[in-house]
Structure formats: C-alpha cells, structure tokens
Nanobody, 121 residues
Framework: QVQLVESGGGLVQAGGSLRLSCAASGSIFSINLMGWYRQAPGKQREFVATASSAGTTNYADSVKGRCTISRDNAKNMVYLQMNSLEPEDTAVYFC???????????????WGQGTQVTVSS
C-alpha cells in the first residue's frame, strides 16, 4: 500500500503564500506523476498541477504564474508553492500519485486525505 500525507495548509490573507508538501511512503515501484488537485465546497475536485518524474510540469490556467510545483524524486515528495493567493483558491488540496506499487501491478492513482487552504479577503 502507498500512503500520501499532505501538510502545509492553513489560513492566509489574500495576497499571501503557502507551501504545500506531500510525502509518499510505502511500497512504490515506480511513479509516473505526482500532483495536486483541489475541491472547494459544493464543487467537484479539479486539477491544479502535476509534475512527471522527468520534470515536465502542467498547471491549471487558474493557478498558472502563481503556483510552482516541484518534486524530490529521491524522497518521493511533491511540493506546491502558492503565491498571490486569492479567496477563490480556498479548497481542500489533495495530493495525487500515479504509478505502480510493484513490477507486475498496473498503474494506479492514489490520493492523500487532503489539507485545507483558506484564503481570507
């Protein structure tokens, strides 16, 4: 099994910054992607950013230019630096890992429990 533990959420004023961290642990054979998604109250979970093992990054248009995703492949960690935060960024942020747990296992998608980010106006 794989465990994803997020940290770094909290309450911040508009214009402020937060850095989210996610640590993946357990039996992991290979990781294709690590990334972040978020879910605001009453809304569906949406894509925020992903980073491949090769270093390719992708961002939602809503966060492009304000957020930076990075990975530490040796530690199986992914980070999300969020700047110029807006009230619309308020959501629970979930870490996601796409990869294989064993050599024979199919590629799967795994989720953390989420960390709350609240941006006050």
């Amino acid at each position: 099994q794989v465990q994803l533990v997020e940290s770094g959420g909290g309450l911040v004023q508009a214009g402020g910054s937060l850095r989210l961290s996610c640590a993946a642990s357990g039996s992991i054979f290979s990781i294709n992607l690590m990334g972040w998604y978020r879910q605001a109250p009453g809304k569906q979970r949406e894509f925020v950013a992903t980073a491949s093992s090769a270093g390719t990054t992708n961002y939602a248009d809503s966060v492009k230019g304000r957020c930076t995703i990075s990975r530490d492949n040796a530690k199986n960690m992914v980070y999300l630096q969020m700047n110029s935060l807006e009230p619309e960024d308020t959501a629970v942020y979930f870490c996601n890992l796409v990869g294989r747990l064993t050599y024979r296992a199919p590629t799967g998608s795994y989720w953390g429990q989420g960390t709350q980010v609240t941006v006050s106006s």
